[in-house]
């Protein structure tokens, strides 16, 4: 997208304001967004998209903030229905998955909301909880765990709740509910099919004996895969269980060795916990060698990008030419280095 630029006075204009307002940091950026507010004018936008444009900038704002202070703390975002009864089995699954990550030291993200929100809200406690609400009409505020409190914002656009209920997030666990929580179960499969999301571990988690993952696992795997809508093995990136222990562990263990990844030019550069052997870093290329769009998975030292930024510069690291195509697939190669026996031990 190229940029319209601004008259040399208004971007003078607009350098005074910053200069006002000490704004230093990411200044560019800053100016960007100024000046895209200015185009919007100059466009004779609509009211009402003017208003969507500002409520949805203030929102985003907003949670930001409310993110800010735990940004070095690993958060799981716990989805699923409202409507979920505090006697119901599924709302005992959510308090106990939530307790277990808590005591694990994880943050525990929900929609604010009653229901299964709740239920994972009580198992986190308060101090380890944050909540991304939605105004609606019809429905309860905040739940008692976190309304009133620092951890929790309402928002009025459900596509900035959701942006926000998925961004912060390293880890996500859907127990089952309505339309909202499918929709937000299929987001994440989409942004993580697509590569637009980083690999995350996504867990649908039921009732002991439960079987409503298993009916759409049918669905995926009767309807879906075999007509081609999907790619054989897309669903395989989602663990469907019954056991909070089972949830529990997908989510810590995806992270046993894995630590992040980055984008240098059209080098994939992945962070590990554990330096790779020789032995095992050829057979990573002898099963994964079918991704690369070329070389080969090779041992790396910290790119200058990643230097320029201190990004995590003490850890091990991997480069390799990712097939875009392939992109959907990391969650396996993924998958094969937390299974490394250089992996340190859980």
């Not at 005992?92 to 929609?111: S, Y």
């Not at 562990?249 to 790779?276: H, K, M």
């Amino acid at each position: 997208m190229t940029e319209e630029p601004l008259p040399e006075s208004l971007a003078a204009e607009i350098n005074t304001v910053l200069d006002d307002a000490d704004v230093r940091t990411d200044r560019r950026l800053i100016m960007r967004m100024m000046r895209t507010a200015i185009l919007l004018g100059e466009d004779d936008t609509e009211r009402l998209d003017l208003k969507i444009a500002s409520a949805a900038l203030a929102e985003m704002r907003d949670a930001f903030r409310l993110f800010a202070p735990f940004r070095g703390v690993p958060k799981v975002t716990v989805f699923g229905s409202a409507r979920t009864r505090q006697d119901d089995p599924l709302y005992l699954q959510a308090r106990e998955v939530a307790a277990a990550l808590a005591e694990d030291g994880w943050m525990v993200v929900t929609g604010a909301g009653p229901g299964i929100m709740q239920a994972a809200a009580e198992g986190a406690g308060p101090e380890l909880s944050l909540g991304v609400s939605i105004r609606l009409p019809f429905e309860e505020k905040a739940n008692s765990l976190v309304a009133g409190s620092d951890h929790v914002v309402a928002m009025k656009y459900f596509f900035t709740r959701k942006l926000m209920l998925i961004k912060e997030s390293s880890g996500f666990i859907c127990l089952p509910g309505g339309f909202g929580t499918l929709d937000e179960m299929f987001e994440l499969l989409t942004l993580q099919q697509t590569g637009k999301a980083e690999p995350t571990p996504i867990v649908l988690l039921d009732e002991q004996g439960g079987s409503f993952w298993k009916g759409l696992q049918r669905f995926v795997d009767e309807d879906l895969s075999p007509t081609g809508v999907i790619s054989e093995g897309d669903f395989d990136r989602v663990v469907v269980t019954d056991s909070v222990d089972a949830a529990v562990a997908e989510i810590a263990g995806f992270w046993r060795n894995y630590d992040s990844l980055r984008w240098v030019g059209d080098t994939l550069v992945l962070r590990l916990r554990g330096e790779p052997t020789d032995d095992e870093i050829d057979d990573l290329n002898h099963r994964f060698g079918g991704m690369l769009s070329s070389g080969r998975i090779e041992r790396s030292a910290p790119r200058s990008p990643e230097i320029a930024d201190d990004d995590v510069l003490h850890l091990p690291r991997l480069a390799l030419h990712l097939d875009q195509r392939q992109v959907g697939n990391l969650f396996r190669l993924i998958a094969a280095i937390n299974a490394l026996g250089s992996a340190p031990a859980t």
